[in-house]
């Protein structure tokens, strides 16, 4: 693999912070030599994630990345697609009816990068901050060594690579790069997040829930405003918000079985200027996570029907917004087991945790509506390091020997997949 990437100057890649891995203790080595075609090719797939880290693109707007994720695929002998938008790519590796899949995301986020590296991003505003420049050169990895197996004669079936625009947008891109198709013959997908909490080296895995279903709701009141020595003569908007904020979160608790793991969080409330007038307009805005999906089905009616209830008595008006984000990620059971123990294999077994649930969501969910699948979270944190660059903070980085274990976890995975019967 010769990559047509260049670094931003300075970026170059001259050894990664940790050792790039090679084939840890407990491990098991991989087909048609590639543990050390993994090796020699590490430097590349560092300078492409610096590339894209330098060169970051907000949701829908991931027409240079696409078009990087095609070159190299294409380089490599492969066949890839941009998606009819051009913001995305498929590509197909192998030959089979049944399709096993695998779903990076290429968006960044809109935060100011405030990092002091030579790879900071270059785009005001705009940065890698989730790690999805990380999750895309996990998945080139993963097509280019699936090339190589290919070329050989020795990929058992047929290996699709999504690689989809929007994940952090609110509508996300999932449900049209599914409409456009990608899911045809799939049997089975994967898919991997970065998590600064654990050491680059470690995965977690959980089958069931995994993220949270996210919504966002909009409470909006009005009434005809008024003195605040005569309260009793209008309808008291700060006081019925105070209701809302406090009560509805409560209720809502005991009306919804505890196990389906329902938060709702308020994140902005606004209402007047004055001490002592009462205003005439209101407004709140948070967000709902559910971890089940039944319970994901029923919230929106009864949220409304609880916030009418608690605003009834004031006098105040009220509209309600509630606005559909993304489904809870299940994993499914079986792809699990294939996915740990593939983990297992890449790795080591002791270097397989269990992961923990996450409140965050991840539009990953909306493939498993169709197909079964597992994510998991790849750890990227320097071994024996205190500092934690938390997800969309600023300040995210990752050490860059992650891109090699998520590559040979995704590759024992791919193989796994393809040899059992289960899909």
């Not at 590639?34 to 693109?57: F, K």
């Amino acid at each position: 693999m010769t990559t047509a990437l260049e670094a931003p100057e300075g970026a170059e890649f001259k050894g990664a912070p940790t050792p790039w891995p090679g084939l840890l203790p407990g491990a098991e080595p991989l087909p048609g030599q590639l543990d050390r075609w993994l090796a020699a090719r590490g430097a590349e797939l560092v300078a492409i994630r610096r590339h894209m880290h330098a060169h970051p693109e907000p949701s829908y707007h991931e027409f240079e990345t696409a078009a990087t994720v095609a070159r190299e695929l294409a380089m490599a002998g492969l066949s890839p697609q941009l998606l009819p938008k051009g913001n995305g790519v498929i590509c197909d590796i192998g030959t089979g009816d049944r399709v096993i899949a695998f779903r990076a995301d290429l968006d960044a986020l809109p935060l100011q990068d405030l990092k002091d590296v030579p790879y900071r991003s270059t785009v005001d505003g705009v940065a890698h901050a989730c790690g999805h420049d990380v999750h895309t050169t996990v998945m080139l990895g993963l097509g280019l060594a699936l090339a190589q197996l290919h070329e050989q004669g020795e990929l058992p079936g047929r290996i699709r690579l999504i690689f989809q625009p929007a994940e952090e947008a609110v509508p996300s891109g999932a449900p049209g790069v599914i409409a456009d198709g990608v899911l045809k013959d799939v049997a089975a997908i994967f898919a991997l997040h970065c998590y600064p909490q654990l050491p680059a080296g470690l995965v977690g895995v959980r089958s069931g829930p995994f993220t949270a279903a996210a919504d966002t709701i909009d409470v909006k009141l009005t009434g005809p405003g008024g003195h605040t020595a005569r309260p009793h003569l209008t309808a008291d908007l700060v006081y019925a918000l105070g209701r809302i904020i406090v009560d509805v979160p409560s209720l809502l608790d005991r009306r919804i079985d505890p196990r389906a793991g329902v938060s709702m969080v308020w994140g902005a409330v606004h209402a007047g200027k004055a001490f002592n007038a009462i205003p005439g307009e209101g407004e709140l805005r948070g967000t709902v996570r559910i971890l089940n999906r039944d319970a994901w089905r029923t919230v929106p009616e009864l949220i409304t029907k609880l916030i009418e209830d608690v605003v009834a008595p004031t006098g105040a008006k009220v509209e309600i917004g509630y606005h559909r984000g993304v489904p809870p990620v299940i994993n499914d059971r079986m792809a699990t087991a294939i996915i740990a123990g593939a983990a297992g294999a890449a790795l080591g077994p002791e270097r397989v945790v269990e992961a923990e649930l996450s409140m965050g969501g991840e539009d990953f969910a909306f493939y498993l509506d169709h197909v079964p699948g597992s994510m998991i979270r790849l750890g990227t944190a320097a071994p024996g390091s205190d500092v934690k660059h938390d997800l969309h903070q600023g300040d995210f980085d990752v050490d860059e020997s992650a891109i090699g274990y998520g590559v040979r976890v995704m590759l024992h995975t791919a193989l796994a997949a393809l040899s059992t019967g289960a899909f």
